[in-house]
DNA sequence: GAACGTACCTAATAGCTTTAGGCAAATTCC
DNA sequence: GGAATTTGCCTAAAGCTATTAGGTACGTTC
């Protein structure tokens, strides 16, 4: 019999696929097997369990996203920067809805220092330089961008503005401009 | 054999509790019944299937966090009233994390339609009715607030904000602070 | 007290997870 | 090049969840 190639990486490449065709919940170890036409026991050489599987891309999304955040800013400052973060985020989160779903899986302690987060955090601390914030205030920011970022893309790819008017693309604009608005006059207390 | 008074409102009332006591995903119809001391299969006579009860316990959070905000917003204006209903929402998912996580649960159309979700909103104008916005910025609000508690409650249950300072409570107020300014000084294109 | 409806049960099928142990292909060593 | 070893994938099996079909006995109604 040939052997089919199995490699830690390659499945949860493949898991990573698979969440975005059929959704991060539907990804099982079974499915994955059939996938790769293989016994569901040979996956077990390679992972862990099903939790570990899921781990794995959920830090293959964030890193995805970390990589893509960082082309983004490379060379932009101010509402530039802040616009072009947010839109990695957003479209990431429409090219590849499963993989987005991994990102904000709960992830272990360990897993969670391992993963992108940092990064993450560092570069919406890199867009709030061009804003004149200094602590605690740019960490309160760092909060707020997150949650509305989050928020928003969540609550856009779960259908919540599809049967409104406006356009969420026109939301979105409005919001970061606000969001920029707001940078520009962050209120003291 | 004494029967156990199973009904669909017992049933779903319980898979609440179980959800705030195990996670809503890990709500199960088996689950379920052994918490009755029921055979699995009895629980469908009550309900149409797993989805089924995941549905009706979305649909019990939400018209539960409804009430709340309206009982929160009843006779408040201004940031009174949005720090209010910011705070039902945080409050709620603090007290009930698998409600909360549950009323975040996807729900096809007609279940929507049926949901408290149309309070959500029309509360959340009702917030916005304090400050200066005409549509259709008024709706571009109702879309940043919904993103931002949304956002920053599900990433503080995630422990996003646990592990470094300042105090998850205080960004909370600032975030407050800043939405409140930004909506008072809300930019027009 | 008989007849009925219904609440819960047994039984069975099917899918996913995980572990234990086996064979054969690939790799290493002489 | 062939023997020894490693390891990749397999079969088998047990346990859990979901769901359906059909049966029994409890509670109600007349």
Redesign the pocket.
């Known amino acids: 019999?040939?052997?089919?190639?199995?490699t830690p990486d390659r499945l949860v490449r493949a898991g990573a696929e698979l969440a975005d065709e059929v959704g991060f919940d539907q990804v099982?170890?079974?499915?994955l097997a059939r996938r790769f036409d293989?016994?569901?026991?040979?996956l077990?050489?390679h992972l862990r369990?099903?939790?570990d599987l899921k781990t794995r891309i959920a830090l293959l999304a964030l890193e995805e996203l970390a990589d893509r955040a960082a082309d983004a800013l490379a060379g932009r400052a101010g509402k530039d920067a802040l616009t072009a973060f947010a839109n990695v985020y957003r479209d990431y989160a429409r090219e590849h809805p499963g993989r987005y779903t991994a990102a904000r899986h709960p992830l272990d302690p360990e897993a969670a220092a391992a993963s992108a987060g940092g990064r993450h955090a560092q570069m919406t601390r890199a867009i709030l330089r061009g804003y004149d914030l200094s602590e605690p205030d740019e960490t309160h920011a760092v909060r707020l961008l997150g949650s509305v970022f989050h928020g928003y893309v969540s609550l856009e790819s779960a259908g919540g503005f599809r049967h409104s008017a406006p356009d969420s693309q026109e939301s979105w604009d409005r919001v970061l401009d606000a969001l920029d608005a707001l940078l520009r006059a962050w209120p003291r207390p």
């Open positions: 019999m040939v052997r089919a190639g199995l099982t170890v079974s499915a293989v016994k569901v026991a040979s077990y050489s369990n099903s939790r």
